[in-house]
């Protein structure tokens, strides 16, 4: 799908707008998607309850307020998160592009999260579809890492 710059800005205009954020935000997402300081994380999820996830998202409306910390913070300023089935905004082949991106880029860190399924053949836990082709977990794991 080809859209042009104007197109493109249109759109993170109205998301920006739709999500409430501010002109600082804005700043910062736009800092943290030029940075190539933090490092990269793949996330994946493989049998589990992705409850690791949701602990870590939960983790900063529990503690007393440290600074400026919160887990959007971690996201967007101390790591490039380039896969994340539960907080990332793309899905589909445009989510599985950017965990190609990044296995190409290389030094990427990868996060597992859930038991690798061995169960008829790995299939128990298909995590992404890669050109039509259905990715176990297990092979998603040995793949990336």
């Not at 759109?11 to 190539?36: H, I, K, P, V």
């Not at 996330?43 to 910390?69: I, M, R, Y």
Request: net charge negative; with cysteine.
């Amino acid at each position: 799908m080809n859209i042009s710059r104007r197109d493109f800005l249109k759109y993170c205009t109205a998301s920006a707008a739709a999500l409430g954020l501010s002109n600082a935000c804005l700043e910062r997402l736009e800092a943290a998607l030029a940075s190539d300081g933090a490092p990269t994380l793949v996330w994946l999820h493989g049998s589990g309850c992705q409850g690791d996830s949701v602990s870590f998202l939960n983790l900063f409306a529990n503690l007393d307020p440290v600074g400026d910390v919160t887990a959007g913070g971690v996201l967007l300023d101390y790591v490039n998160l380039a896969y994340h089935t539960v907080v990332m905004a793309s899905a589909g082949p445009t989510a599985v592009t950017m965990a190609r991106q990044a296995q190409r880029k290389g030094g990427h860190v990868l996060v597992l999260e859930g038991g690798v399924a061995t169960a008829f053949g790995g299939r128990a836990c298909i995590i992404m579809s890669d050109k039509g082709r259905a990715i176990t977990y297990g092979e998603a794991v040995l793949d990336l890492a």
